[in-house]
Nanobody, 122 residues
Framework: QVQLVESGGGLVHPGGSLRLSCAPS????????MGWYRQAPGKERELVAT???????KYADSAKGRFTISRDNVKNTVYLQMNSVKPEDTAVYYC????????????????WGQGTLVTVSS
């Protein structure tokens, strides 16, 4: 089964920037919506941003004006550019995508990545 592989997490100072990337572990037939979610310690997983195959984006209020989601449909990769980060952005960030691995599949399958840790601290 295809997996999503995230990269780009790490330690960043408050006010700094970080770019997360996510792509399937192997080639797939088609990807519909893609998105980023996060889970802070002791909290539930929450939406950060999503993007459709046509490029329509949606953001959580906490991400508006600071984060930008984008995608490369040739590379099947989704990005999250995080600017002006705050300590409250500290969380494990998960990639999510609706994937058809093969042309004969009728429905898109929801796939999650393993997560990448982002720590915002001075």
């Amino acid at each position: 089964q295809v997996q999503l592989v995230e990269s780009g997490g790490g330690l960043v100072h408050p006010g700094g920037s970080l770019r997360l990337s996510c792509a399937p572990s192997r080639s797939v037939y088609s990807i519909d919506d893609m998105g980023w979610y996060r889970q802070a310690p002791g909290k539930e997983r929450e939406l950060v941003a999503t993007i459709t195959s046509g490029g329509i984006t949606k953001y959580a209020d906490s991400a508006k004006g600071r984060f930008t989601i984008s995608r490369d449909n040739v590379k099947n990769t989704v990005y999250l550019q995080m600017n002006s980060v705050k300590p409250e952005d500290t969380a494990v960030y998960y990639c999510n995508a609706e994937v058809k691995s093969w042309w004969y599949e009728r429905r898109y399958l929801e796939v999650w990545g393993q997560g990448t840790l982002v720590t915002v601290s001075s």
